[in-house]
């Protein structure tokens, strides 16, 4: 018994000697004359929404322009805590040189980033932060200046005055809480009155839901503030199909401001506003080259969003 475990330490030892020596920054590259291309893994926590296909296509296409020196193998997560913690397990088990997540949740990724980052593994954080985790670096939008941003929109088209209903996101993912805490902030000192806040999880179907039944329970609902664009349309939806006119009352902002989805749901006038959240795609492509060749990357990078209503569509 004793004897096996030292020899499974002794080949765990050696595996992970090969992978430390693959993924040596200093490795020869493309560059340097002596072809060597880096895998990437890159851990997506769901497909199920358009912004996220989005992602993935960007990354794919900011890869594509880079293919002689970086392979990137996609994983998508499904929606599922465990299997995305399993699979940056298993990128570091393979020996990949450096590992791309946009984590479904916060809490349950401090350890499996903590790990890969300890064996030597690079790891860039996407959209969704993971706080306490010891990541090589961080790229999203700032969720907190666009949560301020939604508020002091919705307290300027209401005039300072009125019940909103909040379609929150995950709130076990940082978006979502920073969404909601800078929304607090931007109608703060107005008389503007959260009247119904229900996490959605991101999902437009759960959003429709939750406004069927704030719809049913409160007869003066001004605007409804979505913390994405499948929330915000969700709760769009939800108004039409009760069937007293209030989808043309209400107002309705989202946050994502992809050109196929938000954009479109405000130029056919379901949406008044939406946010623009990068991708981050290209970002990522780009940080992750700069760690592999060896250079400083920021520990942070965040990108900036834009207001979207028909007027600036025009
Ligand atoms: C997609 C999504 C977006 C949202 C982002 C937040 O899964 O829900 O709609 O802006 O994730 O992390």
Redesign the pocket.
Known sequence: MKRELLFGLFIAGLTAIAAGCARSPSAPTASGGDARVWNIGFSQ??L?????VQ?NADVKAAAERHRDRINVIFQDAQDDTPTQQAQIKQFVEQGVDLIII?PKESRPFVQPINDAVKKGVPVIVL??DVPGANYTCFIG?D?KQIGLEAGKFIKQILNGKGNVVELA??MT????QDRHSGFVEGISGSAIKVIFNADCQ?KEPKAQAEMRSALSRFENIDAVYG????SAHGAYLAAKQEGKGRENTIKFVG??GLPAEGQKYVRDGLLTATFV?PTCGPESIDTALKILDGEKVDKRIILPTRTITKETLK
């Open positions: 926590c769901t199920s929404e358009p912004w996220r992602m946009s959209d969704r939008g969720n996101g995950l993912s940082t978006p979502a991101w913390h994405n664009d499948p946050i994502d959240y």
